[in-house]
């Protein structure tokens, strides 16, 4: 095995470690069953989400390749696999991009911009993160731009046709995003052909790599959106805007929604790699070549190109507000702009901690870890910003500050605004930051000054070098190391497995909620839908709450709805809104229903279980129902009314509607 690869395996093992492994939950619970009913068409088979998607469904392509590995694998094995190579596509192809913009950096920069994108949080506009520890169709077209991308702007001179392939795999995962990327890499050769003296590529090699993407990407396009084209059908604009955008999903295609703070740390990215740019302009690293520069200017245009296309998108959306822009989710670019901005910035990292001092080891630190958090990034942008201005001042007028030429009080000053813009932030945090960002800022404070105090040091260096030396000799150590939590949540999902009971241990439960490789349940929900499996036929049908995201999934059953599972063309949505209102007892306009449930959403859901058992009885009967999820009955009766006890587990149970009253509500 080669070094390079023993980096990423100790990084998947940390990553695992600190980040988790969170499968057949989130996303996952609503799109795996149209997976299992693919292979076989008995599960799920009176679904109405489920079959909702014969009509249109654009993961059909996900769906296939997932079908292929997950036949002779299993499904939990294979969607680890499928995780494992989309964690290795999304580093190698953000670490390919950095060294190739950083060349005089070495191999640190690339790493940087990998744990950099790996623990970013801050910023989601669209609440789409980089990367999540799960696997999610966008997530993979994701990690195959960044493959994509690394080729494009490192080597544009040579055959692309793997860049072009990994754009064309994107759009089968996920078509709209892959589109979007498609667009993105499309265009920016365009404008690399334009300027074809500073880009070093041929406006005739740049139209031909455009096309090959619009060839490349068809065939997925054409096999996942067969019946795109009737999405919105007789539905009227306003309420299919009402219903896709308002109501199923805006928090992903809303600007107006996103939090102040996700805008300003989104912009932090921007400001950073601005002054990443100029910094490197300004003082080009050594041993730094023509073709580097040319580097840093392709990226900068598909960085360009991709703010034009949110610009655009933004006035779709607010301004003019077209629904096929809007359902585009043209702002799922705006996680690549992030991505893109973090290569750029890991540059910066690098150079603070090799040239700057103790105060660069701080910046550096500080810069790291800021990534966490919205309002923590905003802070430690500003601080940065601060000490780049009084830097940028003191080098260009050296002459009109006297008392500030002496090398020290060019570096203290920079450093007294460094780390008071830190302190007030850090009192901003404490009193303002949901996040808690005072925490991490305080700990990276540390770190850095701790950093920064040994550096100076030629006992702790030597101390140092020794350590890195014994474990770069003994790499299985360091692997071994980085994988003792996985190994532990494994082992513990085994013994869930042969032993249920384990899994309500907090040990167990703990373990497998931090890495869940293989299915074994950690809530009362799951252990639910579990027993329902096995004392319940294939065929049975359910209602339960709105809001549990996982029943359906575990359960391997029918549910009549679920507030999170909800088709994308207009017939689906109509019924699956039908649904939303009587489950909730709502009679009213779409539009008081849309305000009512944005404005109270869990209040809203938790109509449901106040409407009583006999209502319950009564939706179930009107659902097509045969059981009843609802609250466990606090005094453990087994009959109670219209609802007969079948089986509870924890705050949950299970119920049925007893004949007689079937028979009572039919007559």
């Not at 759009?171 to 667009?183: D, I, K, M």
């Not at 060839?215 to 009402?242: C, H, I, K, R």
């Amino acid at each position: 095995m080669s070094p390079f690869s023993r980096v990423f395996v100790v990084l998947l093992g940390l990553y695992l470690s600190l980040r988790g492994y969170h499968s057949l939950d989130g996303d996952q619970a609503y799109r795996l069953p149209l997976l299992l009913h693919h292979q076989d068409a008995r599960v799920y088979a009176d679904d109405p989400f489920v079959t909702a998607f014969d009509a249109f469904n654009p993961h059909r392509g996900a769906i296939l390749i997932l079908d292929a590995i997950s036949r002779p694998l299993g499904l939990s094995l294979a969607l680890f696999i499928v995780f494992v190579l989309m964690f290795t596509a999304t580093c190698s192809g953000v670490d390919r991009l950095s060294r190739a913009l950083w060349s005089g950096q070495g191999p640190l920069v690339g790493l940087v911009a990998v744990g950099l994108v790996l623990a970013a949080k801050a910023g989601n506009i669209g609440t789409n993160h980089l990367f999540e520890a799960m696997v999610l169709d966008r997530l993979v077209a994701l990690a195959l731009f960044w493959l994509a991308l690394a080729r494009a702007v490192a080597r544009p001179s040579a055959n692309q046709t793997g860049s072009i392939t990994a754009i064309g795999l994107a759009t089968w995962f996920h078509p709209s995003f892959g589109l979007q990327l498609a667009l993105l890499l499309a265009a920016s050769w365009i404008v690399w052909g334009l300027i074809p003296a500073r880009s070093g590529v041929s406006r005739r090699f740049a139209a031909w790599n455009a096309i090959g993407l619009a060839v490349a990407t068809a065939p997925g396009l054409v096999y996942n959106l067969q019946g795109g084209s009737n999405l919105v059908g007789d539905m009227p604009s306003e309420q299919f805007w009402l219903l896709a955008v308002e109501l199923q999903s805006p928090q992903h295609m809303l600007p107006h929604l996103w939090r102040m703070p996700q805008w300003l740390a989104w912009g932090c990215y921007l400001a950073l790699a601005g002054i990443a740019i100029v910094g490197a302009k300004r003082t080009p690293d050594a041993g730094e070549s023509a073709p580097c520069s040319e580097v840093r200017l392709r990226l900068a245009a598909v960085l360009g190109v991709a703010l034009a296309a949110l610009a655009a998108g933004w006035a779709f959306i607010e301004v003019w507000q077209n629904v096929r822009v809007t359902v585009f989710q043209p702002f799922r670019l705006a996680t690549a702009v992030r991505g893109i901005a973090i290569v750029f910035i890991a540059g910066r990292v690098v150079e603070h901690w090799r040239n700057r001092g103790s105060l660069g080891r701080l910046r550096a630190v500080v810069l790291s870890i800021s990534f966490v958090g919205d309002w923590l990034l905003v802070v430690a942008t500003l601080a940065e910003l601060g000490a780049t201005l009084v830097e940028a001042v003191l080098a260009r007028f050296p002459g009109r500050y006297p008392a500030l030429r002496s090398r020290g009080r060019q570096v203290i000053t920079p450093a007294i605004v460094y780390l008071t813009m830190l302190a007030a932030g850090f009192w901003f945090l404490s009193r303002h930051d949901t996040e808690s960002g005072q925490i991490p800022l305080l700990g990276a404070v540390v770190v850095g000054l701790a950093a920064g105090a040994r550096g100076r040091r030629g006992r702790f260096s030597a101390l140092r070098s020794r350590i890195s030396e014994r474990l770069l000799a003994r790499p299985w150590t360091l692997a071994a190391c980085a994988w003792i939590v996985p190994a532990a949540a494994l082992l513990a999902g085994a013994a869930a497995i042969a032993h249920p009971a384990l899994s309500r241990t907090s040990l167990v439960r703990g373990l497998v909620g931090r890495c869940r490789f293989v299915e074994a349940p950690v809530d009362d929900v799951e252990r639910l839908a579990l027993w329902c499996r096995e004392h319940t036929p294939p065929e049975a049908q359910f209602i339960g709450p709105p809001g549990p995201k996982t029943f359906r999934l575990w359960s391997r059953r029918g549910l009549a709805f679920s507030r999170s599972g909800s088709p994308y063309h207009a017939a689906g949505l109509a019924d699956w809104f039908e649904r939303f209102q009587d489950h909730v007892d709502f009679h009213g306009t779409t539009e008081e229903f849309v305000d009512g449930y944005r404005s109270a959403r869990h209040r809203f859901e938790a109509r449901y279980q106040a409407q009583g058992e006999a209502a319950l009885a009564a939706l179930a009967l009107r659902q097509g129902a045969d059981f009843v999820i609802a609250a466990a009955p606090e005094d453990r009766r087994e009959t109670s009314g219209s609802l007969e006890l079948v089986h509870r587990e924890g705050r949950y149970a299970v119920y049925t509607v007893p004949p007689r009253s079937l028979a009572q509500r039919q007559r």
